[in-house]
């Protein structure tokens, strides 16, 4: 059974530093490529950044780029977000998604970003 199980979140004031991560099971990490999503109260979910199988590659919505990393340890079964100079507009809730499995979602976790 695939798990996704994201944490790390929590409230922080602009400007701050988080550092998400997500665990994963039921699959072999190695072998799909990952990506970080966010919905925020009222809109949309959004894909945040996404990185290759190897870690070889990623990409960055707008949104995030200059301020997330997204990278991963196979090893571990764990992919993470680094999110840095945060913004209000940053508060969602963010969820790990594996490429090979599309469509199954963690229950996320929350990030405020509020002075």
């Known amino acids: 059974q695939v798990q996704l199980v994201e944490s790390g979140g929590g409230l922080m004031q602009p400007g701050g530093s988080l550092r998400l991560s997500c665990a994963v099971s039921g699959f072999t990490l190695s072998r799909s490529a990952m990506s970080w999503y966010r919905q925020a109260p009222g809109k949309e979910r959004e894909l945040v950044a996404t990185i290759s199988s190897t870690g070889g590659r990623t990409n960055y919505a707008d949104s995030g780029k200059g301020r997330f990393t997204i990278s991963r340890d196979n090893a571990k079964n764990t992919v993470y977000l680094q999110m840095r100079s945060l913004k209000p507009e940053d508060t969602a809730v963010y969820y790990c998604?594996?490429?090979?499995?599309?469509?199954?979602w963690g229950r996320g976790t929350q990030v405020t970003v509020s002075s």
């Open positions: 998604s594996a490429a090979m499995y599309y469509g199954t």
